[in-house]
């Protein structure tokens, strides 16, 4: 193969550990967002946004 510029495209195969990171972080990936359209419907409609010295919200959104 070759790219545009006429060089080679050289294929480097991925390690197994670099396969093994792959599908770890695919995973968490789309487990994050299945996890996220289970509990939507039980999400607050208003979260504290900022607290102030004391620790006391003084913004929701």
Do not use: C
Request: charged share 20%; aromatic share 16%; proline share 7%.
């Amino acid at each position: 193969m070759v790219n545009s510029w006429g060089r080679p495209k050289i294929q480097i195969p991925k390690t197994k550990s670099e396969w093994v990171g792959d599908i770890i972080g695919y995973s968490l990936f789309f487990g994050s967002i299945i996890f996220l359209i289970i509990i939507w419907g039980r999400l607050p409609e208003e979260v504290p946004t900022h607290y102030n010295a004391y620790g006391a919200v003084d913004r929701w959104g």
